[in-house]
């Protein structure tokens, strides 16, 4: 059992000296889960700066299957992630004869996700014939969501033992080999895309199969680790496997569903958003990518906070410590708007100089520079919002915080943005600061409803779980 993560009797310390003993709880667990993010999100980078390098057809092709398989890898990813709040609960728990079916439960859905994956990202040619594509970029495309597609196993197999290695509190785990998948992915798409080493230049399709490379050498590298790790061993992966249950299998449906579909929402809206403001022009476009991916990175922090509170309030419930476990809900709230402040007054400051390191065109630099104060009030509605859904995924609450979003991106959010941004009804029409505005009334809806529900709502005690699987061969 991690360090992090043993169970504390319902405290009967000072407030203040129980708050700041949860937040460095919350910093342990956090940290690492930082680093594996950003390790996550700098593949991205490194493909699009070497596919660039290489010609604007490959850039555009790994753009365009990029935006293909990422929403469907998201909503597995948050269909997967109820295995942590649900380990986290059998380990605090102590019901450790339940985290081994759990696991193996997830498993079978990583393996049926995979299958769906490789089915539909295999056979887009209709996708990419509706997109008019030029007949090249439409080749790579399909060629680089081939090659994507032969690593797509390892990376759901990867997102499932995450909810084991972090739902016991081990995250620098999951961190370590996120950053070795970084670490191949690099001389591989240069090996690939390039062409070294005797080998044919791929261009763009060489970027999915360093990407599947990197994802399989990481997930065998983690699979041998959790086989010989001391931690691991009494928990016998692969020798103790469990068979298909389905009172299992829809428990973790049951909350992972409603995660999954919150995400891909999230993502969608922000895809449509881009297609809405592509008639504004190039320059209108340029600045609101750059916006988007600032508040993108900032976003990294908070999110690896709430991840964190979602395994906290999980154990702690599950250690029958609800009294704590409101407690980190309720105060992780002060933590996210310090945080949130912080990142807004950086925004409003350095906006001028976080624009020109993104490029040295002055007409792009302006409209950057306005989204950005713009994005400064979304961000710390942003933030407040998602530490009020991880707090609620930590009580296996997901189904309401699910129509929560879904009111509030697509029923507040999407409508007041395309008011503001192309009619004079409200206001003068506002262009892409429209928008931004839009999403962040959006995001306080959100923010106001998730944390009334938190409040007020929060349940007492722990989903209740399903007997462990009994099924062993």
């Not at 997930?219 to 790790?229: I, K």
């Not at 609800?322 to 807004?344: D, E, H, K, N, Q």
């Not at 409209?367 to 950005?372: G, N, P």
Request: with cysteine; proline share 5%; charged share 10%.
């Amino acid at each position: 059992m991690d360090e992090t993560h043993q169970p504390l009797p319902e405290p009967r310390q000072p407030l203040v000296a129980r708050t700041l003993t949860e937040w460095r709880t919350l910093a342990i667990l956090g940290g690492p889960i930082l680093i594996a993010q950003v390790a996550q999100m700098a593949n991205g980078v490194i493909d699009t700066i070497m596919a660039g390098h290489a010609s604007a057809e490959d850039l555009a092709a790994v753009g365009i299957g990029s935006s293909l398989w990422m929403p469907l890898f998201l909503f597995f990813m948050g269909m997967l992630g109820a295995l942590q709040p649900i380990i986290s609960g059998y380990n605090g728990a102590r019901e450790v004869e339940k985290i081994m079916p759990a696991t193996w439960q997830g498993l079978y859905l990583a393996a049926a996700g995979s299958v769906i994956m490789i089915l539909l990202l295999t056979n887009v040619h209709p996708v990419l014939a509706l997109l008019n594509l030029e007949a090249n970029t439409a080749r790579i495309t399909q060629g680089y969501l081939d090659a994507f597609a032969w690593g797509i196993p390892a990376l759901l197999l990867l997102t499932a033992l995450r909810g084991l290695t972090d739902g016991l509190g081990h995250t620098r785990v999951i961190m370590a080999f996120s950053v070795l998948s970084t670490l191949i992915n690099l001389p591989m798409n240069y090996i690939f895309i390039y062409g070294k080493l005797g080998l044919p230049a791929m261009g763009g399709v060489g970027c999915g199969w360093a990407t599947s490379i990197s994802n399989g050498v990481a997930a065998a590298a983690l699979l041998v680790y959790l086989n010989r790790s001391r931690v691991y061993r009494q928990f016998h992966l692969i020798s103790d496997w469990v068979k298909p249950d389905l009172v299992g299998i829809r428990y973790i449906l049951g909350i992972g569903v409603p995660i999954g579909f919150t995400i891909f929402v999230e993502v969608s809206l922000f895809s449509v958003i881009a297609l809405f403001l592509a008639p504004l022009g190039p320059v209108v476009v340029a600045g609101h990518q750059i916006a988007l991916n600032v508040v993108s990175l900032l976003f990294m922090l908070p999110l690896s906070i709430g991840m964190s509170l979602t395994l906290r309030v999980s154990f702690l419930m599950g250690a029958r410590a609800p009294a704590t476990a409101r407690l980190i809900s309720r105060s992780s709230l002060i933590l996210a708007a310090a945080t949130a402040l912080v990142f807004a007054i950086l925004l409003f400051v350095f906006s001028p100089e976080i624009a020109a390191l993104y490029t040295n065109d002055t007409e792009v630099q302006a409209v950057t520079v306005r989204l950005l104060m713009f994005a400064a009030l979304f961000q710390i509605a942003d933030v407040i919002q998602v530490t009020c859904i991880s707090a609620l995924r930590g009580y296996k609450d997901t189904r309401i915080p699910m129509f929560i979003m879904l009111f509030s991106f697509w029923g507040v959010g999407m409508p007041l943005g395309y008011l503001l941004t192309f009619t004079d009804w409200l206001v003068p029409a506002m262009g892409a600061a429209g928008f931004w505005v839009g999403l962040t009334g959006g995001l306080a809806s959100a923010s106001i409803l998730l944390g009334w529900r938190l409040f007020l709502y929060a349940p007492e005690g722990i989903r209740a779980a399903p007997a462990a699987g009994s099924g062993t061969s």
